[in-house]
């Protein structure tokens, strides 16, 4: 992997004029390498890919959900099967648990409640995977569909709860993003990582369930996520798109209306609502900007590659570089995050922005090779932050192939 790429106008002189690159057949083996090395055998069937065999040894939601689209572009079945495992442990009543623990090794049941699952849930990603199977021409089971179906049924039921029409957050993890400075108005203490995981276990205690056990609401963490929102609404029109389920497009389109009365013109972001509305959830982050998915606009592209905003040789930055918050080398303050820079390059994809989403590529390859492939990097210099190898960043591989 040694070949070279020119520079963009994404590294804004803050980085090296040159970014490694990688030919497609490079990147796909070295994808392959990681996800087999993280494939686990399901004694229930099939099996799935940790994120990381040490520092994340179970299997994730989106995780999953990300390899699925890896899985089909290098042309394994195994994308099938990852699906199947990570809905398997499904509630009656829709809800898909963010972490499913396999094997007789169950350390958390305490911390969540239960054995062999967590208690919240994660971006449900399985409509935009599901659809990118099916784009493939790989036979899915009726029974996944359904699933995919009933999971974000409960989030557009269920969770739809903010004076703005959002979906409501149960707590922070399930937006992915875990320390988000988005949170701060909530959380109300100076972030630390550990002060934040305590203060993030205790917020476990005041979700309210479902007679499932299914998580519904959280006096103590109301928070309309307008990325979560984005999120949702996108998977269910693509999982629409797929079952032609005219119901699940009309009130994912409904949930798209009230999303755009959150854009701020001013700060060129999407607001989050309810206790955050007036404070911390103004404040911009990468994440906000997946809502570019179902409104695309060009201040949001602009932002992306600006030097000042989000743009970084190695980026986007998780936070914006304005942003008091703004830390490069910080979790989830302003690392970048391979599965976020993704999702932006789809929405440039398919918003027509050749110029933004070939930045976006170069970025995140440059970022995959530099860090060694890990959770996140610095976006200024590319050091490796957080697990390495970390199985989604072999997203990148489908990247550079477009």
């Given at each position: 992997?040694?070949?070279?790429?020119?520079?963009?106008?994404?590294?804004?002189?803050?980085?090296?004029?040159?970014?490694?690159?990688?030919?497609?057949?490079?990147?796909?083996?070295?994808?392959?390498?990681?996800?087999?090395?993280?494939?686990?055998?399901?004694?229930?069937?099939?099996g799935?890919?940790?994120p990381?065999?040490?520092?994340?040894?179970?299997?994730?939601?989106?995780?999953?959900?990300?390899?699925?689209?890896?899985?089909?572009?290098?042309?394994?079945?195994?994308?099938?099967?990852?699906?199947?495992?990570?809905?398997?442990?499904?509630?009656?009543?829709?809800?898909?648990?963010?972490?499913?623990?396999?094997?007789?090794?169950?350390?958390?049941?305490?911390?969540?409640?239960?054995?062999?699952?967590?208690?919240?849930?994660?971006?449900?990603?399985?409509?935009?995977?599901?659809?990118?199977?099916?784009?493939?021409?790989?036979?899915?089971?009726?029974?996944?569909?359904?699933?995919?179906?009933?999971?974000?049924?409960?989030?557009?039921?269920?969770r739809?709860?903010?004076?703005?029409?959002?979906?409501?957050?149960?707590?922070?993890?399930?937006?992915?993003?875990?320390?988000?400075?988005?949170?701060?108005?909530?959380?109300?203490?100076?972030?630390?990582?550990?002060?934040?995981?305590?203060?993030?276990?205790?917020?476990?205690?005041?979700?309210?369930?479902?007679?499932?056990?299914?998580?519904?609401?959280?006096?103590?963490?109301?928070?309309?996520?307008?990325?979560?929102t984005?999120?949702?609404?996108?998977?269910?029109?693509?999982?629409?798109?797929?079952?032609?389920?005219?119901?699940?497009?009309?009130?994912?389109?409904?949930?798209?209306?009230?999303?755009?009365?959150?854009?701020?013109?001013?700060?060129?972001?999407?607001?989050d609502?309810?206790?955050?509305?007036?404070?911390?959830?103004?404040?911009r982050?990468?994440?906000?900007?997946?809502?570019?998915?179902?409104?695309?606009?060009?201040?949001?592209?602009?932002?992306?590659?600006d030097?000042?905003?989000?743009?970084a040789p190695?980026?986007?930055?998780?936070?914006?570089?304005?942003?008091?918050?703004?830390?490069?080398?910080?979790?989830?303050?302003?690392?970048?995050?391979?599965?976020?820079?993704?999702?932006?390059?789809?929405?440039?994809?398919?918003?027509?922005?050749?110029?933004?989403?070939?930045?976006?590529?170069?970025?995140?390859?440059?970022?995959?090779?530099?860090?060694?492939?890990?959770?996140?990097?610095?976006?200024?210099?590319?050091?490796?932050?957080?697990?390495?190898?970390?199985?989604?960043?072999?997203?990148?591989?489908?990247?550079?192939?477009?």
């Open positions: 992997m040694t070949t070279e790429a020119e520079g963009d106008k994404g590294d804004g002189g803050h980085g090296p004029s040159t970014l490694p690159a990688a030919s497609p057949d490079e990147l796909d083996a070295r994808a392959r390498e990681i996800l087999d090395a993280a494939w686990r055998v399901d004694p229930a069937g099939g799935f890919c940790v990381n065999p040490t520092t994340y040894p179970w299997q994730w939601l989106w995780d999953s959900c990300f390899h699925a689209v890896v899985w089909c572009h290098l042309g394994d079945e195994r994308a099938v099967d990852e699906l199947c495992c990570v809905l398997r442990d499904q509630a009656p009543d829709g809800f898909v648990p963010h972490v499913r623990y396999v094997g007789e090794h169950r350390p958390h049941a305490a911390f969540w409640g239960r054995p062999a699952t967590s208690s919240i849930t994660q971006p449900p990603m399985y409509g935009h995977a599901l659809a990118r199977l099916a784009a493939a021409g790989m036979a899915l089971p009726d029974e996944l569909v359904e699933r995919a179906h009933l999971g974000l049924r409960f989030l557009l039921d269920e739809r709860r903010s004076p703005g029409g959002l979906i409501e957050l149960c707590h922070p993890w399930e937006s992915g993003c875990d320390d988000s400075p988005r949170w701060d108005s909530v959380l109300r203490q100076p972030w630390t990582e550990a002060g934040w995981y305590a203060a993030k276990g205790s917020l476990l205690a005041s979700i309210e369930r479902s007679e499932h056990g299914s998580p519904v609401s959280n006096p103590r963490f109301a928070v309309g996520s307008s990325s979560f984005a999120l949702v609404a996108w998977n269910a029109l693509e999982l629409a798109g797929l079952t032609g389920d005219r119901a699940l497009a009309v009130d994912a389109e409904a949930l798209v209306d009230d999303l755009d009365a959150r854009w701020d013109e001013e700060r060129a972001t999407w607001v609502d309810g206790p955050t509305a007036t404070g911390s959830g103004r404040t982050t990468v994440d906000a900007l997946v809502a570019a998915l179902l409104r695309p606009r060009p201040e949001v592209w602009a932002a992306a590659l030097p000042e905003a989000f743009g190695f980026g986007p930055r998780g936070v914006h570089r304005g942003e008091t918050s703004f830390d490069p080398a910080a979790y989830w303050r302003g690392s970048a995050w391979p599965q976020l820079t993704y999702l932006l390059w789809v929405a440039a994809t398919r918003a027509g922005e050749g110029a933004v989403a070939g930045s976006l590529a170069r970025s995140m390859i440059g970022g995959a090779l530099t860090s060694g492939f890990a959770e996140h990097w610095d976006p200024e210099s590319g050091a490796s932050l957080g697990a390495v190898p970390q199985s989604w960043t072999s997203l990148a591989c489908a990247m550079v192939a477009a």
